[in-house]
C-alpha cells in the first residue's frame, strides 16, 4: 500500500511537469486573465485586493443584481471524492486579511515555459461555493497572451488536478494529486465590494496564505526528473513566506 501510494504521488509530480498541451482550440474558452501576466515567478504579480468582486470561471458568468457574478454549474469542474480535512484557519482579530480573486485563489508555475495552472472556486451571491466540486483549475496560456485560457485536459488532471473536495458552507478543503500532504483550505467570506477568498496551507511549518507553487524540473531519458517544487505563501503580517520541497 505505501509503494503505491509513493508511486501515485510520482506520477502526479511527472504529470505535472508533462503538463504543455496543444494550443488553444477553435471552440475553446477564452477569457480575461484574473491576474497580471508575469515572466518571472519571484516577481509574478498575483494577489488581488482585499475586495475581490466576483466569481468566474472559464466559462461566462452571470452576474446577480447587487452581488458577485455567478459561476457556471459545476459540471465543468474536475470530479473529485469528498473527504475530511483539518486543515486550520488562523485567526486574524486585530488585522484583515487581503483576498484574492475568486477566479484564481491560486497558481502553479513550472521552469518550462511561462504557462501557468490556475485554480478558481464557483461562488454564489453569497459568496458560498457553489455545487459538490466548486475549485476547479485551468491553463492561462502566457504563451499565446496574457489573456489565452484553456481547459486541463483529463490526462493533465493526473498531475494538475485534485483529489478530493470537501464543502463546508464558508470553505472548502481540497487536496491536490501532486502535493497529497499538504491540503488547502479555502475560505470565501462575503465583504461590501465582494466576496473575500483565501487559500491555506502549511508553509515552512505553519498556516500561511497560500499563493503559488513553482515546479523545476529536467529532462530525463524518458521522463522529466522533477528536482524541486518551491510552495509561497504569505503569514498575517504580510511577509512573503517560502518552503523548498526537494526531490533530489
Known amino acids: 500500500m505505501r509503494i503505491a501510494q509513493l508511486a501515485c504521488g510520482t506520477l502526479a509530480v511527472v504529470m505535472m511537469v508533462l503538463g504543455l498541451a496543444p494550443g488553444v482550440s477553435a471552440d475553446g474558452p477564452s477569457v480575461a486573465p484574473p491576474v497580471a501576466a508575469g515572466s518571472k515567478p519571484a ?5 488581488a485586493s482585499s475586495g475581490s468582486t466576483a466569481a468566474s470561471s472559464v466559462g461566462n458568468p452571470t452576474r446577480s443584481p447587487g452581488g458577485p ?3 457556471p454549474s459545476a459540471a465543468e469542474a474536475p470530479v473529485a471524492d469528498a473527504a475530511a480535512s483539518t486543515v486550520p484557519v488562523p485567526a486574524c482579530a486585530e488585522c484583515e486579511e487581503p483576498g484574492r480573486d475568486p477566479r484564481s485563489v491560486f497558481f502553479v508555475q513550472r521552469n518550462k515555459n511561462r504557462n501557468e495552472v490556475h485554480y478558481g472556486i464557483r461562488l454564489d451571491a453569497e459568496c458560498r461555493p457553489v455545487g459538490d466540486d466548486p475549485v476547479y483549475n485551468y491553463w492561462l496560456r502566457l504563451k499565446n497572451g496574457p489573456n489565452v485560457t484553456e481547459a486541463v485536459s483529463f490526462f493533465q488532471q493526473a498531475g494538475y488536478g485534485l ?6 458552507p464558508e470553505h472548502v478543503d481540497v487536496v491536490m494529486r501532486a502535493l497529497p500532504k499538504r491540503p488547502i483550505r479555502i475560505v470565501s467570506t462575503p465583504r461590501r465590494d465582494g466576496c473575500r477568498v483565501i487559500a491555506y496551507m502549511q508553509i515552512a511549518g505553519a498556516e500561511r496564505r497560500f499563493e503559488r507553487a513553482y515546479v523545476f524540473a529536467e529532462d530525463g531519458l524518458v521522463l522529466p526528473k522533477v528536482r524541486y517544487i518551491d510552495l509561497f505563501g504569505r503569514a498575517a503580517d504580510g511577509r512573503e513566506v517560502h518552503e523548498h520541497l526537494s526531490f533530489d
Open 69 to 71: 457574478a455567478v459561476a
Open 163 to 168: 483529489q478530493r473536495q470537501t464543502v463546508a
Open 43 to 47: 516577481t509574478r504579480a498575483g494577489s
